[in-house]
């Protein structure tokens, strides 16, 4: 009868261990499933926020082209750049992205200051390049 007992004790704490050998296993798949829809959520909210830049740039362009009638329009446009590069910012911890972000950032200013010394038609190719560099960095 000893035996016996001992033989049940082993079975059910084999099954225990199998049981909490499977719950790890699950856990650790779960770990990592998570990661990498996080950083495919990263990717994609980086692709949504670059392509949303990109439709601001090109209000700029057409508000730095109509600048004479309405240069409100050109800060209206910078200030929803600076407005989608914060979301970005917030929300990756890619350190090619943070610099993309820094450059359109940067471009960005340059053409506040260029308004604010005066310039009615300043030039806003570097906001053009740094808002393609983010694009390419995001969909790479």
Not at 23 to 49: E, I, R, S
Request: overall charge negative.
């Amino acid at each position: 009868m000893a035996g016996n007992a001992n033989r049940g004790r082993g079975g059910r704490g084999g099954r225990r261990i199998a049981t909490t050998l499977a719950a790890l296993a699950a856990v650790g798949l779960t770990a990592g499933l998570t990661t990498g829809c996080d950083a495919v959520d990263k990717a994609l909210d980086c692709v949504q926020t670059a392509d949303t830049i990109a439709d601001s740039v090109t209000a700029l362009q057409q508000a730095a082209e109509n600048a004479a009638n309405d240069p409100t329009q050109l800060d209206e446009s910078l200030a929803t750049i600076d407005k989608n590069l914060d979301k970005i910012g917030d929300k990756t911890d890619n350190a090619d992205v943070n610099k993309a972000v820094d450059d359109l950032d940067q471009a960005v200013s340059n053409v506040r200051t260029s308004i604010k010394n005066g310039d009615n038609t300043p030039d806003i190719s570097p906001v053009t390049d740094a808002a393609g560099e983010l694009t390419k960095v995001c969909t790479s």
